[in-house]
Structures are given as C-alpha cells and as structure tokens.
C-alpha cells in the first residue's frame, strides 16, 4: 500500500529555514502529483504547494509564494519543501500527500489527494 512519511520538521526562529522531505513507497511514483499541506493549531488544513507528476508544474499558496519551494526526485521517490524566511505563523503540522489517479495535474487545493503522510512539526519562534 502507498506509504508517505515526513520529516525534517523542528523549532526554528523567525527568518530561519527549514527543509521538509516526504519519502514515499507503494506505487510508482513518477506517475503521481505530490502536494505539501499544513494544519495550525485550532485550524483547518490549508494547501501549501503542489508539484506535477513530472515536475514540470508547481503551485502555491499565495502565503508562501516566494518564500517556499516544493521539488520531487523521481530517483529517490521523494518531495521536497524548501521553506525559506519562516514567520511564526507558518508554524503548523506540515504533511505530505499524493494524488490518486495517475498523469492528473494537482490543484491547489486537497482534492484528488487521496494518500496522506502523518505530518512533521514546524514550530517557528518569534
């Protein structure tokens, strides 16, 4: 069965970087998109970034973009989240995901994300 696990997750200060890796293993990953998602304490999970099965195509949220990168090895099958200039409200369970069907562009959003990693803390200080 199709298996996600993140890390890379810690404290760091505000301004400070952090570099999330997302392993996966179960199905052939060079057919799937991949997306990074993240749920604050007492909120709802939000879209981070998305990247095509290739990597040809990414997507972010409007709150990151510039700040953070998401990138894919289709050698290693693993996702990547570069998360540069971090703010405290950037603080939050981050967690990986994959999409379901094969060849399909992500949005930029959880749909079509079917499979789903049990997340890493990120706790940026002020």
Same mark, same amino acid.
């Given at each position: 069965?199709?298996?996600?696990?993140?890390?890379?997750?810690?404290?760091?200060?505000?301004?400070?970087?952090?570099?999330?890796?997302?392993?996966?293993?179960?199905?052939?990953?060079?057919?799937?998109?991949?997306?990074?998602?993240?749920?604050?304490?007492?909120?709802?999970?939000?879209?981070?970034?998305?990247?095509?099965?290739?990597?040809?195509?990414?997507?972010?949220?409007?709150?990151?973009?510039?700040?953070?990168?998401?990138?894919?090895? +289709?050698?290693? +099958?693993?996702?990547?989240?570069?998360? +540069?200039?971090?703010?405290?409200?950037?603080?939050?369970?981050?967690?990986?995901?994959?999409?379901?069907?094969?060849?399909?562009?992500?949005?930029?959003?959880?749909?079509?994300?079917?499979?789903?990693?049990?997340?890493?803390?990120?706790?940026?200080?002020?």
């Amino acid at each position: 069965q199709v298996q996600l696990v993140e890390s890379g997750g810690g404290l760091v200060q505000a301004g400070g970087s952090l570099r999330l890796s997302c392993a996966a293993s179960g199905r052939t990953f060079s057919k799937y998109a991949m997306g990074w998602f993240r749920q604050a304490p007492g909120k709802g999970r939000e879209f981070v970034a998305a990247i095509n099965y290739s990597g040809g195509r990414t997507y972010y949220a409007d709150s990151v973009k510039g700040r953070f990168t998401i990138s894919r090895d +289709n050698t290693k +099958n693993a996702v990547y989240l570069q998360m +540069n200039s971090l703010k405290p409200e950037d603080t939050a369970v981050y967690y990986c995901a994959q999409q379901g069907t094969s060849y399909k562009e992500p949005r930029v959003s959880d749909y079509g994300m079917d499979y789903w990693g049990k997340g890493t803390l990120v706790t940026v200080s002020s």
